[in-house]
């Protein structure tokens, strides 16, 4: 069940890995799309070989070092934008992928794959550093759903494929 309530920064200020886990069953919101987070991979610090902030602090990986809650969209492959969320203290470069969503407003539509949803949505880099903690049409809402979920190791990654850090609502 849908609340009017937008995750707090407190909720994103935590360990990445129950963050993920927890943002499974939430509502994002972007304009006027509203999909069901089905699906999240956790990037966890400097030590995290597959975590772009491995290799320390740049331009592109600022959003990672910030504060907690906040977005940080990149694009890969020089076509498909990425949507994170940053977590756990500012300072210390962690955040969760968005892999996809159950759209469900204004279409019904699965959303499998970080690229596909921000196209779908219409995510860009323009949407990078955006406070998702306040209500301006691009947040997240708290829900009462606590989804089955299994843990796999993260997609499309050569490095850190050992860590089981990619959550999948079943």
């Known amino acids: 069940m849908l609340s009017n309530t937008i995750l707090s920064r407190s909720f994103y200020k935590r360990d990445t890995l129950c963050v993920a886990k927890d943002l499974l069953g939430k509502v994002l ?9 089905n699906e999240v991979e956790a990037y966890i610090g400097q030590d995290d070989p597959a975590c772009h902030a491995a290799r320390g602090y740049t331009p592109r990986t600022a959003a990672m070092f910030g504060a907690a809650g906040f977005s940080y969209v990149y ?5 498909y934008h990425c949507l994170n969320i940053v977590t756990e203290r500012e300072g210390f470069p962690a955040a969760v992928l968005i892999r996809g969503i159950d759209l469900y407003k204004p279409t019904v539509l699965s959303l499998n794959g970080p690229g596909k949803l921000c196209k779908k949505l219409n995510i860009t880099k323009n949407n990078n550093k955006i406070d998702l903690t306040q209500s301006h049409g691009f947040c997240v809402y708290n829900t009462t759903a606590r989804p089955e979920y299994m843990a796999t190791p993260r997609i499309g990654i050569k490095v850190g494929t050992d860590k089981l850090w990619r959550f999948k609502s079943m």
């Open 75 to 79: 694009l890969i492959y020089g076509m």
């Open 29 to 37: 919101k972007f304009a006027d799309y509203y999909g069901v987070i």
